[in-house]
């Protein structure tokens, strides 16, 4: 058993508005209070839509809930001419402790290279966010057995420039892009493999003592019937949760289940 406190991350991706996302945290909140989850045990966060991130922080920040919350994506921009982008300072301002960085959704409908994203992890970690790194292969890389080095090369060109004091904190997610928001689900295998391919990448290419602290989650069509089952090794320390987020009662019985 790792000493690593569990992270569970649901990103709503565009879903819910401020008033549905008020609703949802409340009653995540009620059913995690019911569900008795100790919070020493685990983390849990939620990642709503830009717009609804105000009404978050005023909610949970005001009741003094446990919960924490983060952004989706973050600009790699300082403030300034970069019309419909969003600065990691004023995420910063809105009180988000984390932010999720190079979603499979964003590199392939923006066209996000892992040069960008390595940007965005850089601007996230100057404001102090937790970027939530999320890396993972298609199904041909899959098949093709290639998936291991394609995933690895990406967490590498992702954090391009970034030292080992600079990422202590970091998260990272791997999300196979053929298991998000399909139904499909890697096997307790697979999800160890990578995540303990990922580690020993971070003990590598930083320093041990990187790798032990980093939190690694796995994300792809995770549910509460299959949650403990893909949290089972050692080496995966969370999961990146979408579909089986957007409900707080049933968010909450997802986390309970993975304690
Ligand atoms: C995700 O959006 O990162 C994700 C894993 O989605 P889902 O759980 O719906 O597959």
Redo the contacts with the bound molecule.
């Keep these: 058993m790792s000493d690593r406190t569990l992270l569970l991350a649901g990103?709503w991706?565009m879903n819910h508005d401020h008033l549905e996302a008020i609703s949802s945290v409340q009653k995540l909140a009620w059913a995690l209070e019911d569900a008795k989850l100790d919070e020493t045990k685990c983390d849990v966060v939620v990642i709503p839509p830009f717009t609804d991130i105000r009404s978050v922080q005023t909610l949970i920040q005001g009741d003094k809930l446990w919960l924490t919350y983060g952004a989706q994506d973050v600009s790699q921009h300082e403030p300034g001419a970069h019309t419909g982008e969003i600065a990691a300072s004023f995420l910063a301002r809105l009180g988000c402790t984390y932010v999720v960085v190079g979603?499979s959704e964003r590199r392939a409908n923006n066209h996000e290279t892992n040069d960008i994203v390595a940007a965005k992890v850089k601007a996230a970690l100057a404001q102090e966010i937790t970027p939530i790194l999320c890396i993972g292969e298609s199904l041909e890389q899959r098949q093709e057995k290639t998936h291991v080095d394609f995933t690895l090369t990406q967490l590498e060109e992702s954090l391009a420039d970034l030292d080992s004091a600079s990422l202590e904190g970091l998260v990272i997610a791997y999300?196979p892009v053929w298991?998000?928001?399909t139904g499909e689900t890697a096997t307790a295998e697979d999800a160890a493999e990578m995540a303990a391919a990922i580690r020993a990448r971070l003990a590598e290419r930083y320093s041990d003592s990187l790798a032990a602290s980093t939190r690694i989650l796995y994300?792809?069509?995770?549910k509460t019937d299959n949650v403990a089952q893909v949290l089972a090794s050692d080496d995966v320390d969370g999961a990146?949760?979408?579909?089986?987020s957007l409900n707080g009662p049933d968010f909450a019985a997802l986390c309970k289940a993975a304690v």
């Design positions: 990103n991706k979603h999300e298991a998000i928001g994300g792809g069509s995770v990146l949760v979408g579909g089986a």
